[in-house]
């Protein structure tokens, strides 16, 4: 029996080559932005649109996963709320500061509501509170990402 969710990466990522050869052989890993398939879908948009350029994570989620934090020149796969590829993205740049020090530029790049720094705190520290592994404390490490669409489909 042939596994539709694979058959859909798969067609995806021809289409992804097709595009932008340089791109490897076997797509990257695949993830959704946000806690639920709204946020992913929503958040997803804001990338399509090019006007997220960048996200953030807690390092401890990584940590608590037995994940390293992305390195430039990375790729991933982004998917939408139901699941399905929709997007490539190359990592650019990635910064580990406490969270106190995320940058009125980040958080500007991140796209997300009025794109100031003080919506962007407010939205992550619920967002850590209700979703991180260790919840959310002023200092936490905070992996800043920026990366560059190189293919939406």
């Not at 990338?47 to 996200?55: E, M, N």
Request: charged residues 25%; hydrophobic residues 40%; proline residues 9%.
């Amino acid at each position: 029996m042939s596994d539709p969710a694979g058959e859909t990466m798969a067609a995806f990522w021809v289409r992804a080559r097709c595009h932008d050869p340089a791109l490897p052989s076997c797509p990257p890993p695949a993830w959704s932005f946000g806690a639920g398939p709204d946020e992913a879908d929503a958040l997803l948009a804001l990338v399509l649109q090019d006007r997220k350029t960048a996200t953030a994570s807690a390092l401890a989620d990584y940590e608590n996963a037995g994940e390293r934090p992305p390195r430039p020149g990375e790729l991933s796969v982004v998917l939408d709320g139901d699941g399905m590829p929709r997007a490539v993205i190359e990592v650019t740049a990635v910064d580990v500061v406490p969270f106190s020090e995320v940058s009125a530029e980040h958080a500007w790049a991140e796209g997300e509501g009025d794109r100031s720094l003080g919506h962007w705190r407010d939205e992550h520290r619920a967002f850590w509170t209700e979703h991180g592994a260790t919840g959310f404390a002023p200092e936490m490490p905070v992996v800043c990402e920026r990366f560059r669409l190189r293919f939406s489909g």
